[in-house]
Nanobody
Framework: QVHIVESGGGVVQPGGSLRLSCVAS????????IGWFRQVPEKRREGFSC????????RYEDSVKGRFTVSRDNAKNTVDLEMNNLKTEDTGVYFC??????????????????????????WGNGTLVTVSS
């Protein structure tokens, strides 16, 4: 497992932007595929974007496609989530999660959002994003 921390959450108006960061400490993220998840009260944590170790195989749920972008900087041990044109329904606690890519090698290059809750091994504590006017 790897220790990861999310940052960058806050309050933003609809149509605004935020950039979240997922930073690893004590270990490198280079061997880990990453998933971004959102959780709202009384609902389970849902993955909406997955990234392989190279950052070339990025997957997005339709609800965020074209608005959210994941990027990796393995030299800095970070994975960022750029969120644009935010909507009220994007409100929630955002989590970064990691899993060794060798453990998901059979799905990481697939054409769907493969990063579900049960596949991920390491989790951050989450950062709250509130989209409200």
């Amino acid at each position: 497992q790897v220790h990861i921390v999310e940052s960058g959450g806050g309050v933003v108006q609809p149509g605004g932007s935020l950039r979240l960061s997922c930073v690893a400490s004590g270990s490198t993220l280079n061997d880990y595929a990453i998933g971004w998840f959102r959780q709202v009260p009384e609902k389970r944590r849902e993955g909406f974007s997955c990234a392989d170790t190279s950052g070339r195989y990025l997957r997005y749920e339709d609800s965020v496609k074209g608005r959210f972008t994941v990027s990796r900087d393995n030299a800095k041990n970070t994975v960022d989530l750029e969120m644009n044109n935010l909507k009220t329904e994007d409100t929630g606690v955002y989590f970064c999660a990691a899993v060794l890519e060798r453990d998901v090698a059979h799905v990481v290059k697939s054409g769907y959002v493969w990063c579900d809750y049960y596949r991920m091994d390491s989790w951050g504590n989450g950062t709250l994003v509130t989209v409200s006017s």
